[in-house]
């Protein structure tokens, strides 16, 4: 694709061609025995600036940090059996995505120097990307999306996004003031994370129900979302709800704008919303719940009966959510005018929610087609169509 250029440091070590050895054929593979992939992932995430495509490479670096391969071939199915590991057993498309980016780079870095030196440039490299490369590309998107954020403007954001949080500072910084509805974005209501870190820098910003998007759509000057991954047709893989938001500004002609870094593009091309690329659940988990999922997009099958929340909230007259129940029978006793009746009073006091179990057997993704999507912004450069950016990703991972 002309004009874009990959910002990734992530480039192939230096040969020594004239010092080559021929690969030696190994034997056993001195494997890092003791090491626990996963949990060298699960510590990295715990940083909440480190997103998951880099944690899954700070997890495959120690990896190779704490292997015993004296070749290049061992150390390769060392690697393999880390990256399928990651892969298999965590359900974020990201760590898929920064297992790919690992693999290609070190299928290319494959160079003729001293195995214990080739070593060192494998962890240097991948360290380096993570702590500096890394953040610089969301340093690089905040730059170009700054300039769509004129003054006075209002956005609509879901969710929870490093990226978009950002973004949104750097205009503030730049005196623009700016106002922002984001969505609660159940189950996991990561829009009140949001909510807590602008209202914290003094900007405006309101909450609003996820069902309320089509509502609050006509007040907004354009949707700012991130992601978790792009795929190869261009579209966007996000927090659950991001779909259904692109098809209302569609409707009601508002620019929808994502912001992804590099390292999030994914090889695949999903067919639909379940074809993703997701573990099934848990094989500890219980059984019959298993059987009430797919593996791929944790779409239930059918969903359990609504049961009544065993504490509900108190009442007030500040409390909107506290209406009656309209499931809940009417009393058929005669009431005296102005007294609240035993049965309203129960009918009041009940509210009904949804069980953690209901919430599990939800999509926590779901994806956003690219027809719906103005311009993705990347660390690339300009910002990209979906085509542009599906036509970068199909030729990065076929040279």
């Keep these: 694709m002309a004009g874009v250029t990959s910002p990734l440091s992530l480039s192939p070590a230096p040969s020594n061609r004239g010092n080559s050895r021929p690969p030696a054929q190994t034997q056993a593979s001195g ?95 991948g360290r380096s990307f993570c702590a ?82 089509a509502y609050v759509m006509e007040r907004v000057d354009m949707v700012l979302v991130g992601s978790e991954a792009v795929v190869e047709s261009g579209g966007l893989v996000s927090s659950v709800g991001t779909y259904q938001v692109a098809l209302v500004a569609k409707a009601m002609q508002k620019p929808f704008y994502a ?39 944790n779409v239930p099958l059918e969903f359990p009966t609504l049961i009544p929340n065993s504490h509900p909230p108190a009442i007030s007259a500040h409390n909107p959510l506290s209406r009656p129940s309209s499931s809940t029978p009417q009393s058929r ?20 929610e949804m069980t953690k179990e209901m919430e599990d057997i939800n999509p926590n993704v779901d994806v956003t087609t690219p027809d719906l999507i103005d311009f993705i912004i990347t660390d690339l450069g300009a910002p990209l169509s979906p085509t542009s950016v599906s036509q970068y990703l199909v030729a990065q991972f076929s040279s």
């Design 31 to 125: 494997s890092a025995k003791g090491f626990d992939v996963c949990n060298a992932y699960k510590k990295a995430i715990e940083d909440d600036k480190v997103p998951h495509p880099i944690a899954a490479i700070l997890a495959l670096v120690e990896l190779i940090e704490a292997s015993t391969a004296s070749t290049v071939t061992g150390l390769a199915q060392e690697l393999t059996i880390g990256r399928k590991t990651l892969i298999n057993t965590q359900p974020s498309l990201g760590v898929r995505a920064g297992c790919q980016l690992w693999e290609r780079f070190f299928a290319l870095s494959m160079g003729g120097e001293d195995f214990p030196s080739y070593k060192r440039s494998l962890i240097s490299q």
């Design 132 to 213: 500096i490369t890394a953040p610089q590309c969301r340093e690089k998107i905040a730059d170009l999306a700054v300039g769509f954020l004129r003054d006075d403007c209002v956005i609509l954001t879901h969710s929870y996004s490093r990226t978009v949080i950002q973004t949104i500072l750097r205009a503030h910084k730049q005196h623009k003031r700016i106002k922002v509805y984001v969505t609660e974005a159940r189950p996991g209501c990561l829009g009140m994370r949001t909510h807590q870190i602008l209202t914290a820098n003094g900007i405006p910003c309101t909450v609003v129900l996820d069902s309320a998007v």
């Design 259 to 297: 912001l992804a870094e590099s390292y999030k593009f994914l090889r695949h091309y999903p067919l639909s919303q379940t074809d993703l690329p997701i573990p099934p659940p848990d094989s500890s988990a219980d059984e019959q719940q298993q059987q009430h999922r797919h593996v791929y997009g």
């Design 333 to 352: 006793s005669p009431v005296v005018p102005g007294t609240p009746s035993p049965a309203t009073k129960d009918r009041d006091r009940e509210r009904v």
